[in-house]
């Protein structure tokens, strides 16, 4: 008979040492196996579509909600790195600019292929110049000096 919430046996599993440690290397293999399934040519991430129709229809938001669909571990690590607990809309926000560029420069470490938001962000730096008012349209957290 369990005693206890599920809450409080992980708790208690958290603060043993050597089972922190196995936890911890689970935990890791299975964002491991979640990047290998977005990496994977089977299953086309966003970041692979690389021509110039998909860089015309690539949206960050919808990055993070195939992110959210397929790897759902890695996603959460990625926005609770990213968000405060102070913030006010910490419950509400389901995506950020920020963690989908990060995310998929992450990604483009572990596999050259899914490089669609570096060639994208390349190609509004090239592209704008000086202006800044289209790379705030797209990136609000990305700013050219």
């Known amino acids: 008979m369990l005693r206890g919430t599920y809450q409080q046996m992980a708790h208690k599993m958290w603060q043993h040492k050597i089972l922190r440690m196995e936890l911890v290397k689970y935990l890791l293999r299975a964002i491991a196996a979640e990047c290998s399934d977005i990496c994977s040519t089977k299953t086309a991430s966003m970041l692979r579509r690389c021509s110039s129709d998909d860089m015309l229809k690539f949206n960050p938001e919808a990055l993070c909600e195939e992110w959210m669909e397929k790897a759902p571990l890695f996603y959460s690590i990625l926005m ?12 509400t926000v389901t995506w950020l600019p920020s963690v989908a560029l990060a995310g998929s420069v992450l990604l483009r470490e572990r596999s050259r292929g899914m490089n669609a938001m570096q060639l994208l962000v390349t190609t509004i730096i090239k592209s704008s110049g000086s202006q800044v008012d289209t790379c705030m349209f797209f990136f609000p957290f990305f700013v050219i000096v």
């Open 80 to 91: 609770s790195s990213a968000l405060s607990g102070r913030r006010k809309d910490v419950k």
